[in-house]
Each structure stands twice: as structure tokens, then as C-alpha cells.
């Protein structure tokens, strides 16, 4: 079905699909839940202004992940925060994202915890990769869409990505016990 | 020969084809090590996907973002622009038309004079009032022509009037300073 991004049923639509999807990959660029609503307006809003048509539903996706995840990149680069990165998502308060967490799932908490930090200390062109398969739940094709790179490509990328993930998080569970 | 790990990857996340996929499978059934590692995979990536931030955390703005967009451009966007463009349209043509009622209006007296005929051809009712017996000439014997400026400033002047004389082309001096800050 075409999607025309001026057409309100058609924006609403698209917004209610993919609103919670764009916050959730923005998010794991940025590490800032106001910053990746900000950026994610940002899409939507370009996403109308642009006034385009699409051929489905699944290509406004597309696009829109693609503008979301490049305005994220922006404002990483501009804002030169990409080194500290792996101290943010330290910093980043578990608390106020997981505060519903109970006791009884403190360690789940600290799992997520240990994970964001693995993955945001992965290579720019890994990271978006496995963020996109495993938050987005993607599929390989989709992928290669939004990221303008192959299907062979996805498949190298998300095997390379889970491989430094499960060095980097069994080498803590070596460093914890 | 045990299977690729790339390729346990690709099959763990349903993107093996046929015939890698039935081979995958065929080899699983009786390796247990590349079952192991399937599992351990497996368990990586729920791991993974268990790091995702929480849905309803972070579609908190959701509806009012939208709300905001749906001001911006689907009702506010197309209203206003449709009232001003009505505005801006209809503004100068009534001004245009006014203008162009004044023009035709005094054009009548500049071109053909105000004789009481005439005047009765453009305004009736008051060429009625305004003919030659009823209409004195107050200004025939000394018109402000006979009088210097300096005179007429005078005369103002002790009238109680304050006036502001200005040359044109010419800024006072204080004026033309705080415009160039």
C-alpha cells in the first residue's frame, strides 16, 4: 500500500508504527532518552517536510530509520561525545531507565547494563549492525536497506559484531568472579 | 566437518537458504558441539536483545510529540496558511479598490473642474447647497502666499502652536546616530 508522507492517515500510521522503534535505535547511539525524542521528532518531521511517496509501508520504515540513525551519528560527531562514550552509558543512570526494576530484577538491570556498554564499545559500522538485528528485529534485507550495504554484508557484520560480544562479556564475567 | 560459525549465525537468525539450511540442520542432529554453540549463540543473543530499553519508557512522549506534529503540519499547517493567504489577497484588493474609488472620485473635480453643473453630475445633493450664491470666497484678498514663513511661524507660534519644521533629505542629527547603532 502507498504511503504518502503528507497524507495525515498515512503519517499517523507510519508514526504509530515506527515511533517506538526509531526512539529505541536512537537511543543506542546517543545514550540520552530526551535527546533520541528530539532526534526521533527530528526524522518525523523531515519525514513530512520531504513530502515523498513510498511504494510500502516497509520502505517508509526504511527511510525513516536511515534519517534517524544519521541525525543520531550528527549529533554524536558534533557533539564529540563518541570517545566517552562507553563512560556515558557507566553513567548513564540504570536508575532512571530501569527505576520499575525491582529487587528481583536488579541482575536482569545489570545485565542490560553490561551489554549497552559491550555494544556501545563496538566499531561504528558493527554496532549499528547488531542494534538494528537485535532491538529492531530486522531482518537481514531490511537492514541492508536502512544501512545502504549488502545482505552479505549485514551477515559478515552481525556475526563479526556477536563474536566481539561474547569476548567482551564473558572476558567481565572472567573479570567480576 | 563442523559447520561455519558464520553460517550457525545466519541460520540462527532465519536468513540460511535452502539447501545450507537443510544441511544445517541434517549436521545438528548428530554434532553435538555445533549444537552447543547454536545454544550458546542462542543465549548471546537473548542476551543481547534483553539490553533493549524498556517499550513503554521510551514511547512516553509519543502521543504528545504527535500532537505537536499534527499541529504543526496537518491543522495549524493548512488552516492558517488558508486564512493568510485569504488575508493577504483580500487586504490590497480592498485596499485597491478603495484607492482606486478615491482616485476616480477626485480625478472627476481635477478634470473637470467644480463647477456647480459639473458637481451636479458627480455629487447631486450637494450641488444643490453649492452653487455661485451660496459659496464665498474667504481666501481672495491675502492667501498664504503674501505671508513669509518666518510670519506664518509667528503667527502659529503665538497661537499656542509648537511646530516642527523639517528639511527633506535631512535627518536630525540625534535621530540619524541611534539609527546607526
Redesign the interface.
Known sequence: MEIKS?D?DD??RV?DAN??LL??VV??IVYN?EI??DL??EA??RF?VKNMTFPSEDDARYWLLHVAKNLALNHIRRNKREIEMVEKVKRMPSVA??S?DGAKEAI?AE???E??KA?AALPENLRLV?QL???SGL??KSISKVLGISETNV??R??RA??K??EA?SMEERDVY | MCIDAQMLSAYLDGELKEPYRTQVEEHLEYCSACRHHLEDMKALDERISGAAYPQEELTRKKDQIFQLLDKKYFQEGKKVSFIRRRLEVSVPAFMTAAAAVVFIFIGGFMFFGTSAEQTGDILPSFAVQADGSNVRYVANEASLDSFTLEEILHYLDSKGYNVDISIKGLQPLEQAISEAE
Open positions: 503528507t495525515r503519517f499517523r508514526y515511533y517506538g526512539v529505541q537511543m543506542h532518552l533520541a525524542e526521533t521528532q518525523f518531521e513530512y531507565i530501569d520499575r536482569e545485565n542490560r547494563e551489554v549497552r555494544i547488531i538485528k537485535e532491538f531482518d537481514y551477515k559478515v552481525v556475526f556477536r563474536k560480544l561474547e562479556l
